[in-house]
């Protein structure tokens, strides 16, 4: 059995990883490095929210390892530029489609990887790590279909397989300290005590995708994977800002059908205009999370557990809100910004 602490027993491989200039990517390419694995990352020649990172930037970003440049969208560019006739031990992908619109979703969530393991199998390729996500449990949405169609053929495709399903991102729950540095109330739904998460942050999460590469208790598994510490609601992560930021505390409550109207009247819009569709699909990503916890769900009780929730790191969410208060850590939302 391997020891996934011990990176000076591993034996170095050699690895392709996708979606390497996100958040999450970079910091699990940076532990894969650390690890001492050859890495290799596919990236676009234009990288980042709107393709600001220039292949300079790119590199000082994803330091230690080997760039390579394509479209992950191009069959073609997967096989010509990505794995280029070599040989890889492993594929680790961090990719995902950046809004979760159904149009997107299917082209990156399901199609890009479909063609991605393709591509690796006839490279040699043995194993893949998949980041994929907590809310694949009651898949509702376009991205959550998608992610689950690929999880499937990557199950049933003879790879060792990783399949790391994460609670919530530090980033997706930092949105609105912008509006209470302004004196604006911090937004909750309900009651803000709907639902609860047990977030991990992009360091323990890459550290946690790397170590599947050689932790053979990882392999062949789904691993739904949270932060330390209890889980927490809406409303306690809006008292710990205001705490923090030496405010008194201050909400707004939005009513759950106020959202359920804003879906309706954009869906029936969206018959008429692909663009007011797309707009309906969002605002239906938005009811989700704002009503489905991001924890382990029973499937028996059909009840979210926390205390069930796998947890790992060192670092809780209420850790990263007083970086982030001090300056000390910043936040890159992209296209999934809400608030």
């Not at 397989?161 to 540095?181: C, E, H, M, N, W």
């Amino acid at each position: 059995m391997t020891d996934p602490q011990n990176a000076s027993d591993l034996r170095p491989k050699r690895i392709l990883v996708l979606g390497a200039t996100g958040t999450i990517g970079r910091a699990t390419a940076r532990a894969l490095v650390a690890r001492g694995h050859e890495v290799v990352c596919f990236v676009r020649p234009k990288a980042g929210v709107g393709g600001a990172l220039t292949p300079e930037g790119t590199a000082k970003l994803l330091e230690g390892a080997k760039l390579r440049f394509g479209e992950v969208t191009d069959p073609a560019s997967l096989r010509r530029d990505g794995f280029s006739g070599e040989p890889f031990d492993v594929l680790v992908s961090c990719l995902a489609s950046r809004t979760g619109g159904e149009k997107d979703a299917w082209a990156i969530d399901y199609q890009a990887h479909s063609d991605a393991l393709a591509a690796a199998r006839a490279a040699g390729v043995s194993q893949m790590v998949l980041l994929s996500a907590i809310c694949v449990q009651k898949p509702l949405l376009a991205f959550q279909q998608a992610k689950l169609a690929f999880e499937k053929e990557l199950i049933a495709s003879g790879l060792t397989y990783s399949i790391v399903r994460p609670t919530a991102f530090f980033k997706s729950l930092a949105g609105q300290i912008d509006r209470l540095r302004a004196g604006k109330p911090y937004l909750l739904f309900g009651d803000g005590r709907l639902t609860a998460c047990k977030p991990i942050s992009d360091d323990d999460l890459g550290r946690y995708l790397a170590e599947c590469v050689d932790d053979d208790n990882r392999h062949d598994k789904i691993l739904p994977i949270g932060g330390p510490g209890d889980a927490v609601t809406p409303i306690e992560q809006g008292e710990r800002l205001f705490q923090l930021l030496g405010k008194e505390p201050k909400f707004k409550h939005v009513p759950v059908a106020l959202m359920d109207a804003i879906i309706a009247g954009l869906s029936g819009l969206g018959r008429f205009s692909p663009k007011l569709r797309a707009k309906a699909e969002l605002a239906r990503i938005g009811r989700y999370y704002a009503t489905e916890s991001m924890l382990l769900l029973n499937p028996e009780t059909g009840r979210y557990d926390a205390a069930a929730t796998p947890s790992y790191g060192t670092e809780t969410l209420f850790d990263f809100y007083a970086r982030l208060v001090t300056g000390e850590a910043r936040v890159e939302r992209g296209d999934h910004a809400v608030f």
